[in-house]
Structure formats: C-alpha cells, structure tokens
T-cell receptor, first 113, second 114 residues
C-alpha cells in the first residue's frame, strides 16, 4: 500500500535558521503530494501540493519540489520564524475517485527567538 | 468563523459504551471524510462520502459507522468503545471526491475511553 516517511520526528531551530524536513513516499501510479501544517488545537491545513515530476509547490516561504526519481518531496524554508512552530505533515493521494490522503507521522517544528 | 463544526470538542466515555461524534460543514462541499489521529499512529483515513454515499471504508471494525442525514452532515457512531479507540477524530470535506480539490479539516473531537 501507499506510505509516507518523514525522517525527522522533531526539529528545533532558532529564528532565521534554514529548515529542511525530509519526506519520501511509496505509492502506486503517479500520486499527488502535499504538505499540511497543524497548529495546536486545530485540524491540519493545506500548505501546498504538487502533482507532477519537477513541479514546485510553495506557500508562506515554504517550498518543496516533486522528485519522482528519488520519490521525495522535502520541505524547505530559508528563514524560519517563531510563528512557524507547528507540526508538519507530508501526505499523498494516489488518485482515483476516492479521495484518501495517506499521511506521514509528522514533524514537530519548534522555533525559538 | 469555523466552516466545519465538530461536536463535542472533548469527550470522555466508558469502555463498552456508545458515542456519536457530530460533524457539519458549511462550505457547500459534496464530499466528506473522517480521519483519526492517535498518539501512536499518524493521521489515518477512515471513511469517505460523496453526495451522501459511502465511497471508501478503511476501518477494519464495524463498530465505526458513519451516518449522513443531510448532505452537509457526516456523523460518526462508535459502539462498544475500547481504550484503543482513544484518539482525536477529524471530520473533513472537499468540493468533490475526485482528488483534485482541497480537503479542509475541522478542529477535531478528542475522545478518551476509560
């Protein structure tokens, strides 16, 4: 079945540091890839998505590039802020008529001023 | 204003009892979903409904039964509750169930089974 692997369970950074969260996937066909962000007490919110190889998704300074060759969709941000502290989830949808998202385990990002 | 309303926000239940989790969405969406988030597992897809019809069920247990009385409602009935059912249950919706539209999540109902 489909699966998403996020390498980092927790990341602790200082403001203005560079962020990388690694995401690798395994799926049949040509999945759509997503990054979601979840703040305390809230449900996950879509950050952005990408649907084809080499496509870059981006939002709020975060970006990730769909790489079919390495089956990866790593999240990056050049300069994090304290307000970016949240849990980040990589997810995929294999397509078809039933919209099922498969999520990674999530990465807790803590940014200190 | 929240567009996906889940009730209650917190719920404590006794083992063996039955509870209903309420979900209403005011986004005009035609597809609705339930996901579960427990301490030991990532967010897990449970059900998808499109135009009030069950499209996909990934829940192994028949103790979990979605109920759709209106297009913008998708409640979740859980019977014979077990401590392992303790989790946060998220309702979600999208314009349609094709996979090309954004999925929006509610704030969740945190269920604790004692």
């Amino acid at each position: 079945g489909d699966s998403v692997t996020q390498t980092e369970g927790q990341v602790a950074l200082s403001e203005e540091d560079f962020l990388t969260i690694h995401c690798n996937y395994s799926a049949s066909g040509y999945p759509t890839l997503f990054w979601y962000v979840q703040y305390p007490g809230e449900g996950p919110q879509l950050l952005f998505r990408a649907s084809r190889d080499k496509e870059k998704g981006s939002s709020r300074g975060f970006e990730a590039t769909y790489d079919k060759g390495t089956t990866s969709f790593h999240l990056r941000k050049a300069s994090v802020q304290e307000s970016d502290s949240a849990v980040y989830y990589c997810a995929l949808n294999s397509g078809g008529s039933n919209y099922k998202l498969t999520f990674g385990k999530g990465t807790l990002l803590t940014v200190t001023p | 204003d929240p567009k996906i309303i889940q009730k209650p926000k917190y719920l404590v239940a006794v083992t063996g009892s039955e509870k209903i989790l309420i979900c209403e969405q005011y986004l005009g969406h035609n597809a609705m979903y339930w996901y579960r988030q427990s301490a030991k597992k990532p967010l897990e897809f449970m059900f998808s409904y499109s135009y009030q019809k069950l499209m996909d069920n990934q829940t192994a247990s028949s103790r979990f039964q979605p109920q759709s009385s209106k297009k913008n409602h998708l409640d979740l009935q859980i019977t014979a509750l077990k401590p392992d059912d303790s989790a946060t249950y998220f309702c979600a919706s999208s314009q349609d169930g094709t996979g090309f539209t954004e999925v929006f999540f509610g704030k969740g109902t945190r269920l604790t089974v004692v």
